[in-house]
């Protein structure tokens, strides 16, 4: 499945320092998010449904992928 992704508003979390080492996020439309990295903006996008998407914030704010 293609996606497009052209005209995709990304942004950063307002969390960010505003350097290049960040994700950006997207709402594709009201059934995905798009996910890419700020330092390769024409690369990948992971996309999301949004039940995926709250699982892995949930994840992610419960510290699951701490190292």
Do not use: H
């Amino acid at each position: 499945m293609t996606i497009e992704l052209s005209n995709a508003q990304w942004f950063k979390s307002s969390y960010s320092d505003g350097g290049e080492a960040c994700v950006e996020i997207a709402w594709i439309d009201t059934r995905r998010v798009g996910v890419r990295d700020s330092k390769n903006p024409t690369g990948p996008a992971l996309i999301f449904t949004p039940g995926q998407w709250d699982a892995f914030t949930a994840c992610v704010a419960g510290g699951a992928f701490e190292l």
